[in-house]
């Protein structure tokens, strides 16, 4: 029966052979002993077993006789090379080393990111969680990268969050390929990894400082401190796990803003702000404060849309913004008041939720002009079939359709404003709803709540990464001319070559008999 096999145990050796080398360069290459690279030990081990098995006669045939004494020197040989490879192999394991091959280093961490690394005083600990149906290799490469150059102090693991429901609830995990970084009783939660997003995470880990926002109270605003139908608890929490505190700002009763308020936010106020208010932030961000605003249209609060907001003149005079009276509606959606935005602008705000959906229940328009010193860009679009209804009877009786009156699709629900000088930040999104506890766990709602509160309190990005060099190439095909000589060299130059040469030794040995 073993007979009938022979033939096929040189296969089980050329498999065996050409896996065990691509363990090596694969060990060689990325530092350690990947999954991969120890599939391909098992494949190396089960070809050598099943040349062994099929072929005995032949292992014992090498001990023996003529061919044994002419096979010593290349068996000695042999050995010593995978001796030398043992031996390198171990010495790199054991002191860790890899090279980045690449011509423009992309493998290669950067100096800021190598500097913080290795100077960590506080041990890091990441958690990566990754269901089996998406891919950990570039997750696993680039935290490999910062556990090699850590000196001990950073350690990750991968998490399944579907097997591991108990280790992903605990951790506040709301979506697959999320990052927890832990140091000490700190925590920070990455939505998207990268280097740069990774080294920040562990920066505020190592230095803990408490961000201080303020939301207002006294306008019937969205509570985040007692459950209600519109209650934003749920985001107060997620913001106190990442070091913020949330106080309340009554402007009305204590007419001044604390000097630690590093952004105050303002959440559906149900009636108008007073003008005395509104003067108050006002010099807050005269002198460089943040500010968010999640609004709603006007004709779902108390507000008389007669009258004239004091905060929105505001905010169009100094920062440009504009808002209307209107209400997003896509009919593709049930309801169809629900407006849907998968199209994000290219900003530090919406890195967090790129692929991802996010949905507003009741939202409306937001625009923006330039004025002089202000910085402003769009942040989120609705799909292009949607519009922004303008007629609010006929909300109210259900009986919607665009007109020439509305805006038609794309529409923009949130707008970034900088002041250039100060260094104010304003965020404006036209719906409040997203955010508060009913919503903010579907999709990427949460994560983009976060991210607006972290950029207008200027706690987005601690370090910016130095911009790695790429070198830009162009394929120039080659002309027919070259093509042919190619194809006729391949073809026929390189078969005639091999054939001379064949021929030469074979005439060389005849002759020398």
């Known amino acids: 029966m073993v007979k009938k096999f022979q033939k096929y145990a040189p296969a089980g050796l050329v498999i065996g052979l050409v896996a065990a080398a691509a363990a090596l ?3 060689i290459s990325t ?11 098992g494949v190396a081990i089960l070809g050598m077993i099943l040349f062994v098995a099929l072929d005995p006669q032949s292992i014992l045939d090498s001990f023996k006789g003529r061919r044994a004494r002419y096979s010593s020197n290349a068996t000695i040989l042999t050995l010593a090379v995978i001796g030398i490879l043992v031996i390198v192999n171990l010495f790199i394991y054991n002191n860790n080393v890899s090279w980045d091959l690449t011509e423009d280093k992309v493998n290669t961490l950067r100096t800021e990111s190598l500097e913080i690394l290795q100077n960590l005083e506080v041990p890091v600990y990441a958690q990566a969680f990754y269901s089996s149906s998406t891919s950990t290799d570039s997750a696993d490469a680039l935290l490999s990268n910062f556990k090699r150059n850590s000196n001990g102090m950073f350690e990750y693991e991968f998490i399944d969050p579907y097997q591991n429901p108990v280790i ?10 999320t990052v927890v970084l832990t140091s000490g009783d700190q925590s920070e939660q990455l939505s998207y990894l990268s280097e740069e997003n990774l080294l920040n995470g562990i920066v505020k880990l190592q230095n803990p400082e408490t961000t201080v926002v303020y939301v207002l109270t006294g306008h019937g605003e969205d509570n985040f401190f007692e459950s209600s139908d519109f209650s934003m608890i749920n985001l107060r929490e997620a913001l106190e796990a990442k070091n913020y505190a949330i106080e309340t700002l009554n402007l009305v009763s204590s007419p001044v803003i604390p000097e630690d308020a590093q952004a105050i936010i303002i959440a559906a106020p149900q009636i108008l702000l007073d003008e005395s208010e509104v003067e108050l932030i006002g010099e807050y961000l005269d002198q460089g404060g943040a500010l968010v605003l999640f609004s709603e249209p006007p004709f ?28 997003v509606i896509d009919l593709s959606i049930d309801p169809v008041e629900l407006a849907v935005a998968d199209q994000y602008a290219e900003h530090a705000i919406t890195d967090a939720v790129q692929g991802y959906i996010t949905f507003y229940p009741t939202a409306h328009s937001v625009d923006f002009e330039t004025v002089t ?28 359709s665009p007109e020439e009156a509305d805006t038609m699709g794309p529409i923009n629900l949130a707008t970034a404003f900088e002041n250039v000088s100060t260094g104010a930040r304003v965020v404006v999104v036209g719906d409040s709803d997203f955010a508060s506890d009913s919503y903010i766990q579907a999709y990427g709602n949460r994560d983009l709540a976060v991210s607006i509160v972290d950029w207008a309190s200027s706690n987005e990005n601690l370090i910016s990464l130095t911009p790695a060099e790429s070198t830009s190439r162009v394929l120039v095909a080659p002309t027919k001319g070259i093509q042919l000589a190619i194809i006729l060299g391949g073809l026929v130059g390189l078969p005639l070559l091999i054939a001379a040469i064949g021929i030469i030794v074979g005439i060389r040995r005849k002759r020398t008999g």
Do not use: F
């Not at 929105?312 to 209307?324: A, D, F, K, P, R």
């Open 25 to 27: 360069i694969l060990r």
């Open 31 to 41: 530092g350690q002993l990947t999954l991969t690279a120890k599939i391909l030990i």
């Open 168 to 177: 992903a609830n605990q951790a506040g995990i709301t979506r697959d390929q």
């Open 300 to 327: 779902l609060t108390q507000v008389d849309t007669a009258e004239t907001d004091p905060l929105w003149e505001y905010l169009q005079t100094n920062w440009g913004l504009v808002m209307s009276n209107n209400l």
């Open 373 to 400: 010193g202000v910085s402003a860009n769009d942040l989120i679009m609705t799909s292009s079939q949607s519009w922004a209804e303008t007629d609010v009877n006929a909300i109210m009786d259900g009986q919607v």
